[in-house]
T-cell receptor, first 110, second 116 residues
Framework: GQSLEQPSEVTAVEGAIVQINCTYQ??????LSWYQQHDGGAPTFLSY????GLEETGRFSSFLSRSDSYGYLLLQELQMKDSASYFC???????????FGTGTRLTVIP | ETGVTQSPTHLIKTRGQQVTLRCSSQ?????VSWYQQALGQGPQFIFQ???????GRGNFPPRFSGLQFPNYSSELNVNALELDDSALYLC???????????????FGAGSRLTVL
């Protein structure tokens, strides 16, 4: 089976840095993805890690530690528009689908 | 390039009825996946279609079925609707059967189904 754990809610101040953690359990790990979903909107792809280390894409970075079955999404210079739900998702070996976590609702306050 | 479009955006059905949801994949994408997203939850994988064949299925009963057409568009059909089927149904397309890499999904905005 597969399971993913993320905090349900995070609140941070505009301009600050926030880290959203994700721990996973899966039989046969292939990669960890992050998606953003605004209320009423479609999930959109943010980042992907297959190997240990940090991937940086503008203000967003994602980290993976395969030995710890752990990853995180780091959002820097937070903006009000970053208020959204963030989902980590795993892809297992031999599977084409993604298994999503329950999501972390980020609220950015002035 | 056009994104993923889904129809209808909202619909209300009663228990026991049947529903068909439609999805047009992004230009150049030949693989379509369907996800169910209950309120406050993450998307749950229903099934995937590639070359008009079902290619992977999640833990959903057979009353959830689908089709993919030669133009890569897709339908999700749900028979004998139950109250718990109330959810946002998301369609996602991807460029090909990805054997490595991120398998980035492009999602539509979804069809919100309410079952009364």
């Amino acid at each position: 089976g597969q399971s993913l754990e993320q905090p349900s809610e995070v609140t941070a101040v505009e301009g600050a840095i926030v880290q959203i953690n994700c721990t996973y359990q899966t039989s046969g790990f292939y990669g960890l993805s992050w998606y953003q979903q605004h209320d009423g909107g479609a999930p959109t792809f943010l980042s992907y890690n297959a190997l240990d280390g940090l991937e940086e894409t503008g203000r967003f970075s994602s980290f993976l530690s395969r030995s710890d079955s752990y990853g995180y999404l780091l959002l820097q210079e937070l903006q009000m528009k970053d208020s959204a739900s963030y989902f980590c998702a795993v892809r297992s070996t031999g599977a084409n689908n993604l298994f999503f976590g329950t999501g972390t609702r980020l609220t950015v306050i002035p | 390039e056009t994104g993923v479009t889904q129809s209808p955006t909202h619909l209300i059905k009663t228990r026991g009825q049947q529903v068909t949801l439609r999805c047009s994949s992004q230009s150049g994408h030949n693989t379509v996946s369907w996800y169910q997203q209950a309120l406050g939850q993450g998307p749950q994988f229903i099934f995937q279609y590639y070359r008009e064949e079902e290619n992977g299925r999640g833990n959903f009963p057979p009353r959830f079925s689908g089709l993919q057409f030669p133009n890569y568009s897709s339908e999700l059909n749900v028979n004998a609707l139950e109250l718990d089927d109330s959810a946002l149904y998301l369609c996602a397309s991807s460029p090909q059967q990805v054997r490595s890499g991120a398998n980035v999904l492009t999602f539509g905005a979804g069809s919100r189904l309410t079952v009364l």
